[in-house]
């Protein structure tokens, strides 16, 4: 016979194990359809682009059609460039500022327990001047 607690961790492990097994099937399942219709998605592109070509060269000629096409995208492939190279530098940007304010904010812990274990009861009045000052304030109006 077995214990409560061996019964409750066989029940937890078939439950964990049951999410975990569901979860790789889902996660395969969702992995093969991505591919295929990766592939498909592929396939439509590269034909839309024989087929831009093809219609392009019957107007302006076969050499002209297909420059014309490669600088389309070379300029299109700088100008994602340039889109992410602004967005990788604005987002380096907010994490300094971000590592600034928890390096600020450590400092202020560290000198409030200093502070708290010389003074203690100067720490605790000025952190409930704090906490009052700093309380989110009420909407309603009590007029």
Do not use: C, H, W
């Not at 992995?31 to 998605?41: C, E, H, Q, Y």
């Not at 592109?45 to 420059?67: E, H, K, M, N």
């Not at 600034?100 to 502070?115: F, S």
């Not at 001047?129 to 109006?141: C, E, H, I, T």
Request: a positive charge.
């Amino acid at each position: 016979m077995l214990s409560l607690g061996a019964i409750l961790i066989q029940n937890l492990v078939t439950r964990v194990t049951d999410r975990v097994d569901e979860t790789m099937d889902i996660a395969k399942r969702n992995a093969i359809a991505g591919l295929f219709i990766g592939t498909l998605l592929v396939t439509a592109y590269v034909l839309a682009l024989v087929g831009t070509a093809v219609a392009l060269s019957d107007r302006y000629g076969t050499v002209p059609a297909l420059f014309g096409l490669a600088g389309g995208f070379l300029l299109l492939a700088l100008i994602v460039l340039a889109i992410v190279a602004a967005r990788n530098k604005r987002e380096r940007e907010l994490r300094r500022i971000r590592r600034q304010q928890l390096a600020a904010r450590r400092d202020l812990m560290a000198a409030a327990a200093t502070v708290a274990v010389k003074k203690p009861f100067a720490a605790t009045a000025v952190a409930l001047a704090l906490g009052f000052l700093l309380a989110p304030k009420s909407r309603r109006d009590d007029d």
